[in-house]
């Protein structure tokens, strides 16, 4: 007797539809929520469509964004990174400290900058590969290294990049520009690049397909001849990467740093993340989904004082929108499971 099941339809013709599948349902669902909260803020605060708060939005948006990214890289292998936030300060502080206190060319306050978030990467992936530590515990030491390696370095000074005016200050320019009168939000375009550049490297390359393997079934990666290690450790290397580019972006739109900074910025990249429809299981995940997720963040961060909410609701707020999200993300892995 055949079976009954066997031409089944599942699904329904919402979830069925090629454009559907195409796009995926949870970054449609995702984006329909934005669509929601901008709206929602808008008709409870007239302020909240002003031209400046999109670019509040926006210089919120930009590290947010590369921070995310790069711990994307982390959870597709069914890991993470803690360190991200509080290492993004530390990054950009010790690069802003050369040049504003050491006379040192711009040039070399980004480099820096750039080379500690790739040099912590790869710490974290050593640890991580070649160490055995389980990626939470090996981060969550780093971040604290990250934190103290910063008040050293700086004498536990506030820094401040060179201001937008100034001759050196182009770094500024980099994410906003000013013609005329009026403030581009031109950071908007490389995060749109970089999102676009990781996703043909997820999809469309061996590296970018063995590091969403891995997070699916590791062992069967390996019997499948992947070097695990090698590709962990290179997930954790993007992720230091763009946490140093995270630095620079805010840098260049916030006035100060503190070395005691940072704390707390993690667990908004990785809910965004999260959000945005990548496991923390691993093994499944996109970076659209992902800056669909910053977006989320960006505009409850920035919207929710339009409505009279001050931070401790705001933190309130996000928590659950974060629990909201772990808890999709746990059913999702129960019915892949059955």
Not at 97 to 126: F, R, S, W
Not at 198 to 204: K, Y
């Amino acid at each position: 007797m055949a079976d009954k099941t066997a031409n089944k339809k599942t699904g329904n013709a919402f979830t069925n539809n090629p454009l559907v599948k195409l796009i995926g349902v949870q970054k449609i669902v995702v984006l329909l929520v934005l669509i929601l909260l901008i709206v929602f803020f808008r008709a409870n605060s007239t302020a909240f469509g002003k031209y400046s708060t999109l670019l509040s939005i926006m210089d919120y948006t930009y590290y947010l964004a590369f921070l995310a990214m790069g711990v994307t890289f982390c959870l597709l292998t069914g890991g993470v990174d803690l360190s991200i936030g509080t290492g993004m300060f530390c990054y950009a502080i010790i690069g802003g400290y050369l040049i504003t206190h050491k006379d040192m060319p711009v040039i070399v306050g980004i480099l820096v900058t750039m080379l500690l978030g790739l040099a912590m990467g790869t710490i974290n992936g050593l640890i991580v590969t070649r160490g055995g530590h389980a990626p939470f515990l090996a981060t969550l030491c780093t971040m604290m290294i990250a934190r103290g390696l910063g008040a050293i370095a700086t004498n536990s000074t506030s820094v401040t990049w060179p201001a937008y005016s100034a001759a050196n200050g182009w770094t500024r320019r980099i994410f906003k520009i000013t013609i005329g009168n009026t403030k581009y939000p031109l950071g908007l375009l490389w995060v749109i690049l970089l999102m676009i550049a990781f996703s043909v490297f997820l999809n469309r390359t061996r590296p970018g397909r063995y590091i969403t393997a891995i997070g699916s079934n590791e062992e069967a990666a390996r019997l499948s001849g992947v070097n695990v290690k090698n590709y962990k450790m290179l997930a954790y290397m993007i992720c230091g990467l763009c946490t140093g580019l995270a630095g620079l972006a805010y840098s260049s739109a916030f006035q100060s740093m503190a070395p005691s900074g940072g704390g707390g910025i993690e667990l908004n990249a990785i809910g965004a993340a999260i959000i945005g429809g990548t496991s923390m299981s691993g093994g499944s995940g996109s970076v659209v989904g992902t800056i669909l997720g910053v977006f989320i963040m960006s505009v409850l961060q920035t919207g929710l004082p339009y409505i009279g909410l001050q931070a401790n609701y705001q933190q309130i707020i996000i928590g659950l929108v974060l629990i909201v999200a772990v808890y999709i993300d746990v059913l999702k892995n129960k019915r892949l499971a059955r």
